[in-house]
């Protein structure tokens, strides 16, 4: 191979394997996340690299895949787990067995060489919570909704959320920590149910990306458009309607094209035997300058800077 080390990390990673593997295929986020993966893989054609998910959000059908995965040799896997703890003897015996294991969406998981994140998930939470409070005066009730009472970011964002709450006395939180399991429909029909109990519910908090446009939905078809506050993690294109009719009154997100890219690199960077340091950039928007830090365990925790907040004024700059 001579001395070129550029073509000895080329060799080092030809013919590796990279599998992405999302908590559910065929929605908005992941199909985004996707566009990340394919994007990533024409930049290195070298490599195989794909995205898989079950076909619903559900954490035993992601282990399953992942255990195929395993058994079939994959080099690295890239996961966004549904449970984190569910993984965690599953990701151990990968690991073990030396294979790559990065994660996402997951800073509590201890068996992961690196968890990567888009920016700092307390920070975020709050962010969005603050939005809300401007949103209701600051008063009124409000309640919450996670993808699974799993979902590890979810509950840190909506604990940011209760946090930050606390500076606003006149804040009431109520049944909080509604599942959705990133069904806009069951959502829907969840935020009918917290509407006709509290009929003078002034805000809602949402975790999933599909939790906009059921809880969004529900506001709209009852009349309370402009009355309701309704902040949450989202993506543009899919919540645009609701946007641009006030039902939902802004959304909090990072690009998941990014974060699979740059999940993707993490994982190329370790199957050629590198290090992931702080400051590194990853060559990605929004990691170009990461931090680092300890892990839940043995591995590293990367934080990008990666968050945006839009509301009806500032969503089309950043339409996907």
Not at 57 to 84: F, H, N, Y
Not at 93 to 101: D, E, F, N, S
Request: include cysteine.
């Amino acid at each position: 191979m001579g001395v070129n080390l550029a073509g000895n990390s080329v060799f080092a990673a030809e013919d590796k394997t990279i599998t992405t593997v999302v908590k559910i295929s065929g929605i908005p986020w992941f199909d985004r996340m996707e566009t990340g993966v394919d994007l990533y893989a024409k930049q290195h054609p070298e490599m195989n690299i794909s995205q898989v998910g079950p076909a619903t959000a559900d954490a035993a059908q992601q282990m399953q895949i992942i255990q195929d995965l395993i058994a079939k040799g994959t080099d690295a896997l890239a996961v966004v787990p549904m449970d984190p703890t569910i993984l965690e003897a599953l990701l151990k015996r990968a690991i073990a067995r030396g294979t790559i294991v990065v994660t996402h969406e997951a800073d509590n998981q201890v068996n992961t060489m690196v968890d990567v994140e888009a920016f700092d998930n307390t920070e975020y939470g709050t962010a969005l919570n603050e939005r809300l409070a401007d949103c209701m005066g600051g008063q009124g009730k409000w309640t919450t909704f996670v993808g699974s009472l799993g979902s590890r970011t979810h509950l840190q964002w909506v604990g940011a959320g209760e946090k930050n709450a606390m500076k606003y006395p006149k804040m009431q939180l109520v049944d909080p920590n509604n599942e959705s399991f990133d069904d806009a429909n069951g959502t829907y029909q969840k935020a009918k149910e917290i509407l006709r109990k509290h009929p003078d519910i002034k805000g809602f908090q949402t975790s999933a990306g599909n939790d906009v446009l059921g809880v969004g939905r529900a506001i709209e078809e009852a009349g309370l458009t402009g009355k309701v506050c309704l902040v949450g993690t989202g993506l543009p294109n899919p919540s645009a309607a609701y946007l641009d009719s006030g039902a939902i009154t802004a959304i909090g997100f990072w690009d998941p094209q990014k974060a699979g890219m740059a999940m993707n690199e993490v994982a190329r960077i370790l199957l050629e035997g590198g290090q992931i340091e702080d400051g590194m950039n990853l060559g990605v928007d929004g990691y170009e300058k990461v931090s680092v830090r300890p892990g839940a365990g043995a591995g590293k925790l990367l934080i990008g800077n990666g968050m945006v907040l839009v509301d009806k004024e500032t969503y089309k700059e950043h339409l996907f």
